[in-house]
């Protein structure tokens, strides 16, 4: 399937570069943070940023609608990946969700964020109804705690939560009557009740309770979050510098290139860096949500909505995550934190949102 | 736009999408301000905790001040000593390292993970010390192999040495570590645990100024403690050097003549009161306590029936015996008792008080008066001046001649002896004074209790013909006299004709054939005392002496050089040496004939 000339030319070339230059920015950081490590991997994240345009090419090649509508044997391939890989594949760092391709290793949980937002824009795309009924509400409950749990058993927490926004996005743009806000929150209650007492894992129960008081065990888990909040604080209004970061370059911060890469930004150039990035994100989430009104169906607003909501949470959660207003849960900063997974996922995301609205007029 | 009922109306959804992108805008406004909390209020504060987080500071040890002779000999110095740390993050196998460390060390793996377990709370990126004290030879073969064991650290620091090893030990006393009160109750002085302090001697008495200021380098370090840099480095001030009074020659002659046997010497400088001399016996090497005693070996110095940490010149109390007797003379003929021909018929024995006493010399001496009195030590004579004069006469002379009390030297430690009085037993013992006592003490024996030191001022009081001299052993700090500024002398307690009668019969004892001719040297001029001490009670030594048995007494000599304008005292003290004539007296005599010998070089 070729792209015609037309379509081409309504592609938002903005969105795409907002997207690049955060990308681009990351490689600086994750250079300035890992430099003196043996893996070179800003030179890494360059190859993923460079798969993911492709990633993205592909996407916007085929017509959302043929996803939306295919949509449903993906669920069930990635629902049998997941399954699959809980079982078979190798343990790394802790958590059994890589699949090997070469050198690089792809997490199948990412991927499954995709799906569900294909899937739930196929389940919403004929809703018409002002409120969601419970009828739908729970197809579309059960539709993502398959994947869900599965994803929990791995376990992965941090893209767990992600799957928060999707659901939640769904939810509120179909439409939640008081009674079913109440409801929700009662479910997720007794929800949060039960996984702490015997979902989560003793390391996961002493993140959150790290979170209230991380002075607790400076050596432990409250290790993270005081490091990266001191790399933030004494970064000041204009940082120290790139490259002149005590808490990372000394290696004090923890995951710097990854989960913290945003607390390096905030140390090496202090608030202004903080501030630019912020606003760089703020437009790209302007343009993302806002792209809402360019849709040309259900289906579309549904998409747009979904993928904007989960580069936004991710994004949310990241940054507060990272100066100690969220429980260290492994979120990592959409485009900027190195890792090939999460990158092409969120690009993927970027990818459906440029497919909607290159197609607003296309009357195929 | 045609056709744009194909268009669904999606307005509602739309509409939602758009209030929830308000509700994230709104929630990045407020991120942001949190980071302006963070970054722009809470900056100092955070900046601050950077800091600390990436130096470290580590303490360089300041060298204790020198301790030198009147000549400038190092009595007391420094050297580089090696100690061995263990950083136990950067163990490779972790326990199983053990057994190479402690084989490449020399120390037992028990050893080590005894060590290794005290410091279980301190941060594994802390070093441990494990083995310290070494020499630079010694740390040849660990430096050597180095790099097989990353987890050691190699580190040199200033240590106290005393080159001379034993010279002088009591004198300059030893270190020890500082106890966790001492470095609380010193903040000011910058002390940390682990430090060493004085303990005995002038390393206790001037502490303060031989301590340096200890120099810090802050080092910047990452998360796991490994060195990156420094980052200003505060050099350390060493300890101020002290210099002594004492004679390193006369000295190590003083320790050489005491040999294995035990007792005190002392020689000072009657004219300022400065200290040549201060050996006691049997002594021990102060280096001992820096590169840490084995268990053993300090059970044995502690338990030692001779304690050989006892300083015995400044805190052995012995009887004077017959030394005792140039007090009796000075007062028996200063309050008119006796005057220089009065003379006393020695037979032999005497009977005072329904009490026969003998004199050492069974034979008598004949009619005496009082210089020759003291030149033979006759008992017989002083054991009558005693029956004249009573208790209260004599207790107030021996009081103003410096005994019962401290002579104020300048190391830690000093006993003040005793002077027993009518008074002080009635005080400590509730009941009167008998007569017959102050016979005992009238040849200095009974409860009189002296030092050697005490003894030794005594005499330079004589030899100043009355005015007191204050013992001390530091000549300067740091350029300074410390001793410049003199106790305004008291005006004599005798008068000066007294003291020369004294010094007459103290002349003839060594120069004339008397007890104290052993120390005479040709051309000195010397004037001196000698006295024999009964260690046991005066009934059993008269039994001892009626079977013929040898009876073990303390020996004595004390006296002066030369008889005008005297230049140095001698006293000596020998334990169970027998008369003070044949032992004492010859020690003395030979620091004497060296102290001669160096003043004419």
């Known amino acids: 399937m070729m792209i015609d000339r037309r379509l081409f030319q309504e592609i938002d070339w903005i969105l795409i570069g907002l997207v690049l230059l955060l990308s681009f920015l990351g490689v600086f950081f994750i250079y300035s943070s890992s430099h003196f490590l043996a893996t070179s991997y800003y030179l890494r994240q360059l190859i993923w940023v460079g798969v993911s345009l492709v990633a993205v090419f592909i996407v916007i090649a085929v017509d959302y609608k043929f996803l939306v509508s295919f949509s449903i044997y993906l669920y069930f391939l990635i629902v049998a990946v997941l399954a699959g890989t809980l079982f078979f594949v190798r343990l790394i760092a802790g958590t059994k969700s890589w699949v090997r391709f070469g050198i690089f290793q792809i997490q199948p949980s990412e991927m499954a964020k995709v799906v569900l937002i294909l899937v739930f824009a196929r389940l919403f795309a004929e809703y018409k109804g002002r409120y969601l009924n419970t009828q739908s509400g729970g197809l579309a409950l059960l539709t993502a705690a398959v994947p869900l749990v599965l994803i929990m058993l791995q376990p992965d927490l941090g893209t767990a939560l992600t799957f928060v926004a999707i659901v939640g996005g769904a939810l509120i743009l179909a439409g939640l009557k008081k009674k079913t806000i109440l409801i929700l929150l009662v479910l997720s209650l007794i929800m949060g009740v039960g996984g702490w007492n015997f979902g989560l894992k003793g390391y996961q129960k002493r993140r959150l309770t790290t979170l209230l008081n991380p002075r607790e065990d400076p050596r432990g888990a409250g290790y993270q979050i005081n490091q990266s909040k001191i790399a933030i604080g004494s970064g000041g209004l204009a940082g120290k510098g790139f490259m002149k970061g005590s808490q990372s370059q000394l290696r004090f911060l923890p995951a710097r290139h990854t989960d913290f890469i945003f607390s390096v930004i905030g140390e090496e150039f202090g608030f202004l860096g903080v501030f630019i990035i912020i606003l760089l994100y703020f437009l790209l989430l302007a343009r993302m949500f806002l792209s809402v009104a360019k849709a040309r169906d259900r289906a579309g607003v549904y998409i747009i909505f979904m993928a904007s909501m989960l580069i936004a949470f991710q994004f949310l959660i990241n940054i507060l995550m990272i100066i100690g207003l969220f429980p260290v849960t492994g979120v990592p900063l959409p485009f900027l934190s190195y890792g090939g997974s999460s990158l092409i996922s969120n690009y993927i995301a970027c990818g459906l949102i440029l497919n909607v609205k290159m197609r607003r007029f296309a009357n195929v | ?601």
């Not at chain 2, 050297?79 to 163990?91: D, G, I, Q, Y």
């Not at chain 2, 080092?219 to 390193?248: F, H």
């Not at chain 2, 294995?260 to 002594?283: C, F, K, Q």
């Not at chain 2, 040849?443 to 100043?464: C, E, F, K, R």
Request: hydrophobic share 40%; aromatic share 8%; net charge positive.
């Open chain 2, 1 to 601: 736009m045609p056709g744009d009922k194909i268009y669904e109306d999606l307005s509602v959804v739309v509409r939602r999408a758009n209030t929830v992108f308000y509700v994230v805008a709104v929630l990045v406004f407020l991120t942001l301000s949190y980071y302006w909390k963070v970054q722009i209020m809470d900056y100092k504060k955070f900046w601050d905790l950077a800091e600390a987080n990436r130096t470290r500071t580590r303490v360089l040890s300041a060298p204790r001040g020198l301790v030198r002779d009147r000549r400038g000999v190092i009595l007391a110095d420094n050297k580089a000593s090696f100690k061995v740390s263990l950083v136990r993050e950067n163990l490779k196998k972790g326990t199983a390292s053990y057994a190479p460390i402690s084989a490449l060390l020399g120390i037992t793996e028990e050893e080590l993970r005894s060590r290794v377990e005290r410091y279980k709370n301190v941060p594994l990126f802390e070093p441990v010390v494990i083995k310290d004290g070494l020499e630079p030879e010694e740390i040849a073969p660990i430096e050597a192999r180095r790099l097989e064991f990353p987890e050691l650290d190699i580190a040199a620091e200033p240590k106290r040495s005393y080159p001379g090893k034993i010279l002088a030990a009591h004198v300059l006393g030893y270190l020890q570590e500082r106890t966790p009160e001492e470095v609380r109750d010193n903040e000011d002085w910058g002390l940390r645990l682990g430090d060493m302090g004085g303990r005995a001697g002038i390393e206790r008495q001037y502490d303060a100024l031989l301590t340096g200021q200890d120099g810090s380098v802050l080092e910047i370090v990452d998360s796991l403690g490994r060195k990156r840099g420094d980052k200003a480095t505060q050099m350390p001030t060493p300890g101020r050097d002290v210099r002594l009074s004492i004679d390193a020659r006369l000295q190590a002659k003083a320790e050489e003549l005491l040999g294995d046997r035990e007792g005190a010497v002392v020689a000072l400088d009657p004219s300022t009161g400065e200290i040549l001399v201060l050996a006691s016996s049997p002594t021990f090497d102060p280096n001992r306590f820096i590169t840490r005693f084995t268990p053993e070996e300090w059970l044995k110095l502690i338990n030692d029936p001779s304690s050989p940490l006892e300083n015995r010149a400044i805190r052995g109390l012995y009887a004077p015996g017959s030394i005792f007797k140039v007090i009796m003379a000075l007062a028996g003929l200063d309050l008119g008792y006796v005057t220089d021909q009065t003379t006393v018929y020695c037979n032999g024995s005497i009977e005072i008080y329904g009490t026969r006493r003998v004199c050492w010399f069974p034979a008598g001496h004949g009619s005496m008066n009082l210089p020759n009195a003291i030149k033979n030590s006759c008992n017989i004579y002083f054991y009558s001046l005693g029956r004249q004069m009573g208790i209260d006469p004599i207790t107030r002379a021996a009081e103003q001649m410096g005994l019962g009390r401290i002579t104020g030297l300048d190391i830690p430690g000093e006993k003040e002896g005793l002077v027993p009085g009518s008074d002080w037993k009635l005080k400590t013992q509730k009941t009167p004074w008998f007569p017959g006592e102050t016979i005992s003490v009238a040849i200095g024996q009974g409860q009189l209790q002296v030092t050697p030191l005490q003894l030794a001022a005594m005499t330079a009081m004589i030899a100043n013909r009355g005015v007191p001299t204050e013992p001390h052993l530091l000549l300067d700090a740091a350029g300074r006299r410390a001793h410049a500024a003199r106790r305004p002398a008291s005006p004599p307690p005798f008068k000066r004709s007294t003291f020369e009668s004294v010094i007459q019969g103290m002349w003839m004892s060594v120069n004339d054939g008397g007890t104290g001719q052993g120390a005479r040297v040709e051309g000195l001029n010397a004037c001196g005392k000698t006295g024999s001490t009964q260690v046991v009670s005066r009934e059993r030594a008269e039994m001892l002496a009626r079977a013929g048995k040898p009876i073990k007494t303390h020996s004595w000599f004390t006296g002066f050089a030369p008889r005008d304008n005297p230049r140095i005292v001698v006293t000596v003290l020998i334990e169970f040496g027998g008369g003070g004539g044949a032992i004492a007296g010859p020690v003395a005599g030979q620091i004497f004939s060296l102290w001669k010998d160096l003043q004419t070089k």
